[in-house]
């Protein structure tokens, strides 16, 4: 499929400076371009791309100034990133959905599926399972008995989703998480550890994407809640009776222990860890590797295992490598001190 | 199914204080507590609980004094955490279970499956596999060839087991783990690594839970061993030829690196990571996000990275803010120093 | 099958000491011996075991002195612990292999199969993909449309490729892991976060060995690029638009953030992390945890989060021990000193 300059300028709004006939069937970064690609000028660290890129249209900013002549067509936009994340979005909401049930699939004769939907080779769908309209359930899903799935959701291959979860509309979960999942729940005894059963379940609310390899466990009793609007990274641990407030983004690796309420609108770096029972209020940005140990207070900044503030952390990790001599130092003062005092 | 409360009393040898015919069918925590669920307070923190919730029943440790009246009817216990569990267990017990080998499964006609065996859709067993009585196979489990799978084992969607490894009993493993992966052993070459093929097996000895997406890698000879009544919780990395000893727990993301071994009753923290060939030795207690680099002595407690005394980590963690101003005091000192010892 | 000394010795150009005709048929570690198995002795730690071992050979290094009697028969070699991965490899190659597609795997009519090429119970080719001689795709593989997969590949169960990545020759992939599930990028807007479609690939070239349940995520445009001979443990993680040069190792629980760049030859400890959009030059030495968050300059080690010189790092954690006694007679100092200055 191509557009033409002219189209696409249509679509986001901008404004054609070169041949609105130019015309362009796949997207390309700047530094890679090529002729029928369309690319995006953004950063202005990449400017001198612009020059030699070979892509066919270049989305800019609006005020852009050039400093040389451009070969490419540019389309100016009040703001290039926008525009080609919502380009990209047109781009894929075209493309053509798979539909339909594969013969190969197993969905249970007491499951209800709604219209629209398209359930790959191998994916099984359970008992008293209710999948909404227009889901796309990829090969090799396991959709659990009395999991409860709602519209317009996209579950990649490999994805387990344990019996009684719910799951809200436009959720999207990459291959190979594991939705429901025991929590870690064990009782001491003198021989061994005793299972606590876990018989709560998870609820997803709507527009979660989760990311691959990704855990959330089921609740003891009650559920682990995840709010709308999340977004999760792959490979996260999200543990029993935890909730994730809305709009929280978390990268990947990060790790939640049990009964931990994360606020909205958080912003988590990757390998980051939270302890159990402890609330972090709204707003909380998280560093990459932090380690989170007690409630926070919200619009804070945090990072460093035990978790501090970034301008403390960073000029006390500055001095850090100062320490051996800072030590050597305080030992000399220590013994001339003495000597001072002494000889006085 | 209902319960009541005497019912409920006589299964675990409490007494009911209120209306002996009060019945449930489910339980609630007791801050979300419902008509017709059983709750349970332990934690004094949530005693206010006690006096609102609306469940029907609500578990109590026997000496519990109550300082104002309460609408649900009580039974008294001895440990209201391990009655519920206990409650849990027999709930989880009467569940029905999933029987019979689903014509969607491929068996192997040169394995061996025990009696009353579940095995699901599209699961996946080998030659010359067994499967132990009463073993739960969800679908999409992948049960290499010769692998020896115990009695009553649980294993959950997409699991995979590596030919040849060794399950004992009441082993559960949850959704998309990986047992019997290559160790990761190469050996450099001036071209690249070369493939040190990885012969052993891993052996998982009885009683064992292991979480979601977890890894435990073959040995490169011998076998990785987990010993029995191990509790490992989701995405945690067991390399080649580890062992980790009776009883040991550890929770979500832990890594250990090859030929580690860890003594039994020891207790590990979420994200922990433990350094290649060393021993841990039992009951040793590391914190989330350790480093333990070298051998313990036994019944230790280890944070930090590299792990030390968690009485010193936390001391030496909050001085660490006030290392830039010390470094500053220093220097001042020094030069205060240097002037008077000018000056005398 | 069983092998003589004599057939060993000639495979791998070392010298029988003792019983040519002895015969083996298995591997064993040296302090796990047993008859019909051969050991290696490589680690001089190890050296004791040569005189208690049951094993029937033990590969040894030429210039080893023994120090009493040796019941197995020797076999001397210039470096032991090279010729045992040697014979490792050749006993694997003899192995049989799995051959066929299996009557139960799903190959769309739109894939092309090479020769030789095995494909197990429920694996599913989608359309447009190209599977390579003689790769070996195991049961619960998922190749998603327009894969490429080259000669002699080893995907286990449960793999996952997304549509339209590309994969070279000789590429073995364990469990569980996940090649080209969406990059993780939203666009913030006023009511949460919009998706911004990844509609770039992965590319993995020749003779990569990536572990189990790691996951490669594809880029936003163009293509996160793995180069050859990489090799990459289990449940690591890599963001879109990542580059990692040729022979780079990282072990288990790794993650690199979005875009950035890790040259060749380089080493990378378990649970280590990588800020974003930097560049990791050649031959970068990244110890466990690491925290790396800017540019290295190559040939360098790094260890510490934030990174830093390992002896610094080391010198510096063994005086964070002393910090609190540090921040005391500090403060002592600082009062002697100024008493002292006020009696001047």
Redesign the interface.
Known sequence: MEFTAKQIADLIGGRVEGNEAAAVHT???IE?GQEGAISFLSNPKYTHYLYETKSTIVLVNEDLELEQEVSATLIRVKNA??AV?KL??I??SIKPKKTGIDS?A?VSPKATIGKDVYI???A?IGDGAVIGDGAQI???V?IGDGVKVGEKCLF???V?V?QGCRIGNNV?I???S?IG??G?G??PST???????Q?GIVIIED?V?I???T?I?RST??ATVVH??V?L???I?V?HNCEIG??T?M???V?M?GSTKIGSWCMVG??A?F?GHIHVADKTFVG??C?VISNTKGNEQLIG??A?DPK?F???????????D??R??NQ??K??AE??AN?
């Not at 021989?191 to 059963?197: F, H, L, T, V």
């Not at 960073?314 to 051996?324: E, I, Q, R, T």
Request: net charge negative; aromatic share 12%; charged share 20%.
């Open positions: 997207f390309a970064k890679e990133y926008e994340a990209l979005q781009y894929e190969l197993f790959g080779a191998f099984c990829y090969p090799h396991v990649y291959p490999n387990t344990y999207t990459h291959a190979g594991v999942a025991d870690f064990f009782a021989e061994g550890y005793d299972k606590i059963p018989i527009n994407e990311g691959a390899n855990c466990d009793m009650g709308k609007g977004k990274d792959n490979l641990q543990a809305e709009n983004v990268s990947a690796q790790g222990a990757g390998q860890g302890a990459a590797q380690g295992s035990p501090m403390v960073f000029k006390a990790s500055a001095v850090m490598k100062k320490l051996p800072m030590y130092e305080l003062l220590k001339e001190l001072l005092k006085k």
